[in-house]
């Protein structure tokens, strides 16, 4: 592990997640900072902070331009007045959240999100925490043989099954996201394997949130492997569990990361408010 002098890093487990202190986010940050945070986050793949006060959207949106430029995300812009700030809110008597199956975000894009940042307004007592697993881990241990079969294979990600008028989320959530008949699907095809354009290091990119099939194959014939990946990729020993808290914030890494949110909170509220940050087309 680095050495950091700026902020103190310590890991909530083996395989992903640190917690981040010493530091309050909501302050103007010099350079040596924000590289030792982009250092923590490469390092862990998810970091978290804790007792921040991000609730001014615009303090959120200027901590996140600190790693790049924020995204819109097209499902979630209906026109409202700051479509790159979104509300993922649980409110007593929700039957969905946003999230609830392992995803990384919005990877029906040709040029997915590198990022979010993820900032607790309100948390519940207990319940509604989320999972996060390192995807770096799920191919390094997979066998030699099936890391050759998935090596040059791409997979099809779209968003039918989130968004659009067959979705059905908003009529069991608050969270509300385009299903009207102006929307159109997106639809791209991505490497099952990436590789990270920082770290170098090649990572499982499939989710069952998103991928349809494998690119030349049928639903059917990519379901015995895709279903494989898919629990392999989620295996405890790779992940981690954070428990929220208000003015907690998790910082991911979309591009090497598979999460979910669980869907457990009973009657409690929960409020998040999340920026994403622009990433590149996956190689
Ligand atoms: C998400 O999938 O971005 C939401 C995660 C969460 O609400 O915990």
Redesign the pocket.
């Known amino acids: 592990m680095k050495n950091y002098k700026h902020i103190k890093v310590t890991p909530i487990s083996t395989a992903i997640g640190a917690e981040i202190s010493k530091i309050d986010i909501s302050m103007d940050l010099p350079e040596p900072v924000i590289s030792e945070i982009r250092h923590a986050l490469l390092e862990h793949l998810v970091i978290f902070f804790r007792d921040q006060d991000l609730s001014d959207p615009e303090r959120h949106r200027i901590f996140t331009r600190y790693f790049g430029q924020l995204f819109i995300h097209p499902n979630f812009n209906m026109g409202q007045k700051d479509p790159e700030m979104v509300y993922?809110t649980r409110k007593p008597g929700d039957k969905a959240?946003?999230?609830e199956t392992w995803?990384a975000?919005t990877t029906m894009m040709k040029a997915p999100p590198m990022a979010?940042i993820?900032y607790a307004l309100e948390a519940p007592k207990y319940g509604?925490d989320?999972l996060f697993s390192n995807q770096y881990l799920a191919f390094e241990s997979l066998s030699v043989g099936m890391k050759q079969m998935l090596n040059g294979l791409k997979a099809i990600h779209n968003d039918a099954r989130v968004a659009g008028p067959k979705a059905g989320f908003n009529s069991k959530r608050t969270t509300q996201v385009r299903e009207d008949d102006g929307w159109t699907l997106t639809e791209n095809a991505h490497p099952v394997v990436r590789i990270h354009p920082e770290t170098k290091r090649k990572s499982l990119f499939i989710n069952s949130t998103y991928v349809q099939n494998i690119k030349g194959m049928t639903v059917e014939e990519s379901a015995a492997i895709l279903n494989y990946l898919y629990e392999h990729a989620t295996k405890p020993e790779f992940s981690c569990r954070f428990r929220w808290r208000t003015g907690s914030v998790a910082f991911w890494d979309n591009r090497c990361v598979q999460?979910l949110?669980i869907n457990d909170s009973n009657n409690a509220t929960r409020r998040?408010q999340?920026t994403q940050l622009l990433g590149n087309d996956v190689l």
Do not use: N, Q
């Open positions: 993922l959240v946003v999230g995803h975000d979010a993820l509604g989320t999460h949110a998040m999340r």
